[in-house]
C-alpha cells in the first residue's frame, strides 16, 4: 500500500509561477518512474514532465522552457516549478509514480490531483 499526496497548487495570474510537490509513503522498495501528468477540462490526461529509469527528464513540448522537474530521493519525493504560467496549463495536476513495493510486486499509483488555475 502505497499514498501519493500532491500539494502546492492554486490560483495565479499569467506570467506567474508555482512549485508543486509530490510526497510519497507507505511500503515502498524503490520508485522506478514518477511523472506529472495534467488534465483540463475537455482533454484527456497527458504526461508534463517525468523521469524515467535512467534519471533523464522528459517534458511536454508545450512546458519546455518553462517547467522543471525534480525530486529528493531521500523524501521520495518529486516537485514540479512552474514558471512563466499560462491559461493554457489550466488543469489537474497529477502525480504518478511506477512503484516496486516491498512484497517485490511492482504498482502504478496516482495522487488525488492539485487543482491549478491560471487566470487574470
Known amino acids: 500500500q502505497v499514498q501519493l499526496v500532491e500539494s502546492g497548487g492554486g490560483l495565479v495570474q499569467p506570467g506567474g509561477s508555482l512549485r508543486l510537490s509530490c510526497a510519497a509513503s507507505g511500503s515502498i522498495f524503490s520508485i522506478n518512474f514518477m511523472g506529472w501528468y495534467r488534465q483540463a477540462p475537455g482533454k484527456e490526461r497527458e504526461l508534463v514532465a517525468s523521469?524515467?529509469?535512467?534519471?533523464?527528464?522528459n517534458y511536454e513540448d508545450s512546458v519546455k522552457g518553462r517547467f522543471t522537474i525534480s525530486r529528493d530521493n531521500a523524501k521520495n519525493t518529486m516537485y514540479l516549478q512552474m514558471n512563466s504560467l499560462k491559461p493554457d496549463d489550466t488543469a489537474v495536476y497529477y502525480c504518478?509514480?511506477?512503484?516496486?513495493?516491498?512484497?517485490?510486486?511492482?504498482?502504478?499509483?496516482w495522487g488525488q490531483g492539485t487543482q491549478v488555475t491560471v487566470s487574470s
Open positions: 523521469f524515467t529509469t535512467g534519471g533523464r527528464t
Open positions: 504518478n509514480a511506477d512503484i516496486l513495493l516491498r512484497n517485490l510486486r511492482l504498482i502504478n499509483s
